[in-house]
């Protein structure tokens, strides 16, 4: 079992930046890729990228060069870095950690809810 839990959202400015946590605990997340998706308001889950247990990482085209994510295995946290921020960029950002191939769940966190207004 792995427990999911978001933070560091807010409202920000168009332009402005903010680093979403996503902390886990539970068994392996060491050896677990985490993958950051959004959803905004009347819109499907969007996949934003993913970070594997070494550190590799994939992005979407959409928001490739301005979101970074990292993780800290030590404190069983992935961290989501987001750059000069969108209006259209407001949505609840979430983490997964999908083990169905390996005969295990597919977890979710709340989500944290990333408004971008003025």
């Known amino acids: 079992q792995v427990q999911l839990v978001e933070s560091g959202g807010g409202l920000v400015q168009p332009g402005g930046s903010l680093r979403l946590s996503c902390a886990a605990s539970?068994?392996?997340?060491?050896?677990?890729?985490v993958a950051w998706y959004r959803q905004a308001p009347g819109k499907q889950r969007e996949l934003l990228g993913s970070?594997?247990?070494?550190?590799?990482?994939n992005y979407a085209d959409s928001v490739k060069g301005r979101l970074t994510i990292s993780r800290d295995n030590f404190k069983n946290t992935v961290y989501l870095q987001m750059n000069s921020l969108k209006s259209e960029e407001t949505a609840v950002y979430y983490c997964?950690?999908?083990?169905?191939?390996?005969?295990?769940?597919?977890?979710w966190g709340q989500g944290t809810q990333v408004t971008v207004s003025s």
């Open positions: 997964n950690i999908d083990r169905r191939r390996y005969g295990g769940g597919d977890y």
């Open positions: 539970g068994s392996r997340f060491g050896i677990s890729t």
């Open positions: 970070i594997t247990s070494s550190g590799g990482t």
